[in-house]
């Protein structure tokens, strides 16, 4: 079985600071990684997302995610957050014999103060 | 291109009633994927469609059932409505059943009383 860990419930920052959300997930075999994004009022959407080769992705909206592998983690960075960033994150894994079925984390709220 | 879509976009029930939500598929998508966002929580996957047949299954009661047309459009049915079955129902669309990006819809948000 494969299950996904969001460390963060609630993250509050300033515009300007730093963003690190933590993804630990469990499945004993490959994987695929993904974090998706929800804006208040939206849709889900896609920020990014790892199948293969180099561990750092860049996603849109100037995020990206780091791999590694030995701690089974996926935590995704932003260097300098907007207003704009304000929404809730979701990390997401799909095991490679499980099909298209995705994971989810509990997610995590952030909130960007003007 | 059209995204996917869902109707209704809000359903209210009473207990123990049946309901059937409804999901479109993105343009050249033939894989749907139906899952239930409890509030406060992350989406869980509760089964997938592919080409008419289901093709996997999370951890939900045999009440969930679905189906899929030839358009790969599909529907959501759930028989004895229970209150915790109160959730955003959403669909996700995908060109295979390998992994592949999946899109999602806004969903339809269904509340029991």
């Known amino acids: 079985a494969q299950s996904v860990s969001q460390h963060n419930h609630h993250v509050i920052l300033s515009e300007a600071a730093s963003l690190e959300l933590g993804c630990n997930y469990s499945y004993g075999g490959t994987v695929n990684l993904f974090w998706y994004v929800q804006y208040p009022g939206q849709h889900l959407q896609l920020l990014l997302k790892?199948?293969?080769?180099?561990?750092l992705v860049k996603g849109i909206k100037g995020f990206e995610a780091e791999f590694i592998k030995s701690k089974f983690s996926f935590n995704l960075r932003k260097p300098s957050v907007q207003w704009s960033d304000t929404a809730e994150y979701f990390c997401a894994v799909n095991g490679h014999n499980a099909g298209n079925m995705l994971t989810f984390g509990g997610g995590t709220r952030l909130m960007v103060k003007p | 291109e059209t995204g996917v879509t869902q109707s209704p976009t809000h359903l209210i029930k009473t207990r123990g009633q049946q309901v059937t939500l409804r999901c479109s598929s993105q343009s050249g998508h033939n894989t749907v994927s139906w899952y239930q966002q409890a509030l406060g929580q992350g989406p869980q996957f509760i089964f997938q469609y592919y080409r008419e047949e289901e093709n996997g299954r999370g951890n939900f009661p045999p009440r969930f059932s679905g189906l899929q047309f030839p358009n790969y459009s599909s529907e959501l049915n759930v028989n004895a409505l229970e209150l915790d079955d109160s959730a955003l129902y959403l669909c996700a669309s995908s060109s295979g059943t390998g992994p592949y990006e999946q899109y999602f819809g806004p969903g339809t948000r269904l509340t029991v009383t």
């Open positions: 790892y199948f293969s080769g180099d561990p």
